[in-house]
């Protein structure tokens, strides 16, 4: 017998020879009864679970959250109880438009996912490396998607479906200007600032509630790839930031950011001259300034890909008390679409997979299901209220009411919403080398475009500031 560890099956029966099928005779066919090639086959056709509709491409690792402000005031949330504390974390950073197999270095916001395993179960804070987003209604979330994806005939990407559903959705306008900036495309995933982008809240132990924004502000300084560069890249290194990732985590190099909260008390919503709950929105930091909350570091590659990154599975309705969300309708639709995407993505018994596993104990009702994998609550109850001493419901962790009125309606979203204010106060903050490459990258973009849909959207452009107007009706030749 030899030293090294025999191969088996996937159940356990040792294997005698994995290079050679079974044939009928030295030349002759394979036979049926070669059960170890059926196996090897049929789970290599079964490799792939179903590739992520949006953010497919991604990295991810392990680290640590270490509690550096105090934010009891306004959560009672565990995690942020005592300054020191360390919570552990997951971190996947992604692409938004391209599949699992497409270049890191386009221009494309950035998935910036963290899960923090706290001591009353997983909060995930699922956000972007943009503050705003490119819809505020959910009801044209698909839409949105479809036209920044393969045109249906042609099966490529298609700038005229982009900026047809762009220059047709003003509201769109901020966060187009954050994208064709030059952070649209980031040197590296440790060199960008993440955001919660969503208004989420906060609540204490005294029933009050708090709104919340989230800032993840890179402390490795902000650094971006011009254009030119992040093309050249994707052709000689389409796993660019993947790599750079992976290797500054195993140099030891271990990336860290800042956790900002802007807080918001829970009556002034009603005062702000805009809807705070307005995805397409920043809150200025002028009038909510950032509080410092913690420090966020990376310091473990995963071990393996496909286990942790790629079976990752975030919802941004993971939250533990002290933690809530807002009638931030964006917001409301990801809590229900996130956990509805993963159970058909992995299946419904996803959060017992290791990378999603809480660290605290879980004592659900929830039973069955296909792979379920682990005990399966055993000999415990399967219903409640019960006689037989299982978990129970407390009432100490009710969550204060949260306040909402309204007849419903499909109220125009568009009516009175100023969806270029703040792109003109980005654009009004870049420097004029910002200014012309931000111009430049969108004239790049629009070439081609039917002349129609250009004009709409410089309209947009002109109403933002007239020299971005200006700007980009001169870089495509269009005049009067
Ligand atoms: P401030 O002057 O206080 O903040 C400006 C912000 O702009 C900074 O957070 C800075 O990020 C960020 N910024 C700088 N260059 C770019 C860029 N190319 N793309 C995206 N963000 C950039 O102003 P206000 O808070 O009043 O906001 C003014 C505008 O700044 C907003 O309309 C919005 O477009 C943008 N912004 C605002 C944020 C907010 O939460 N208030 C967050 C991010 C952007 P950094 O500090 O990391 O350099």
């Known amino acids: 017998m030899s030293s090294k560890i025999t191969m088996t099956t996937a159940t356990g029966c040792p294997v005698a020879d994995n290079q050679n099928s079974l044939t009928a005779g030295p030349r002759g066919p394979v036979l049926l009864q070669d059960q170890l090639l059926l196996e090897k086959m049929a789970h290599f056709n079964r490799e792939r679970v179903p590739e992520r509709v949006v953010h497919a491409k991604g990295a991810g690792a392990h680290g640590v959250f270490t509690v550096t402000g105090d934010l009891s005031r306004y959560s009672r949330a565990r995690i942020f109880e005592s300054v020191g504390g360390e919570t552990p974390v997951f971190v996947r950073f992604s692409t938004v438009a391209g599949e699992l197999g497409s270049a890191d270095t386009v221009r494309d916001p950035r998935g910036f996912a963290i899960k923090f395993y706290t001591e009353e179960g997983n909060w995930d804070l699922v956000g972007n490396n943009t503050p705003v987003f490119f819809v505020r209604d959910p009801l044209k979330f698909s839409d949105f998607i479809h036209s920044q994806k393969r045109h249906p005939v042609t099966g490529r990407r298609d700038a005229a479906m982009q900026w047809d559903f762009w220059s047709l959705s003003p509201e769109s306008l901020h966060q187009v200007t954050i994208l064709f900036s030059d952070r649209g495309i980031p040197a590296s995933l440790r060199h960008m600032n993440g955001y919660g982008s969503h208004t989420f809240s906060l609540w ?185 001493d299982g978990p129970v419901d407390d009432p100490s962790f009710r969550e204060p009411p949260l306040r909402i009125s309204g007849d419903a309606d499909r109220y125009d979203h568009r009516q009175g919403n100023d969806d270029y204010g703040q792109a003109g106060d980005l654009f009004r903050l870049l420097d004029q080398g910002q200014r012309q490459e931000l111009i430049d990258n969108i004239v790049d973009a629009m070439r081609g475009v039917p002349e129609a849909i250009q004009r709409r959207q410089i309209g947009h452009f002109m109403k933002a500031d007239p020299a971005y107007g200006e700007g980009v009706a001169r870089g495509l030749g269009i005049t009067g």
């Not at 310091?299 to 969300?325: L, T």
């Open 204 to 388: 204490n132990r005294d029933g009050e509630r708090f709104w919340v924004k989230w800032h993840v502000k890179t402390r490795q300084g902000i650094r971006c790839l011009s254009a030119a560069d992040a093309a050249r890249i994707a052709g000689e290194d389409p796993d660019h930031h993947r790599r750079d990732l992976y290797q500054a985590i195993e140099a030891g190099d271990y990336p860290r950011w800042t956790l900002y909260a802007q807080v918001m008390p829970e009556r002034e919503a009603e005062r702000m001259p805009f809807d705070p709950f307005d995805l397409t929105k920043v809150w200025p930091h002028a009038d909510h300034p950032l509080i410092e909350v913690g420090v966020l570091e990376l310091n473990r590659n995963p071990a393996n890909y496909f286990a942790e990154v790629e079976q990752a599975a975030f919802s941004p309705a993971n939250m533990p008390p002290g933690i809530g969300a807002s009638p931030d309708r964006m917001l409301q639709a990801r809590l229900a679409s996130y956990p509805d995407a993963q159970r058909y993505r992995i299946g419904v018994n996803y959060n017992a997979l290791e990378v999603n596993r809480p660290r605290c104990p879980v004592h659900s009702y929830h039973r069955d299901g296909q792979m379920r994998f682990d005990a399966n609550g055993g000999t415990g109850p399967v219903y409640q209220p019960n006689s037989l």
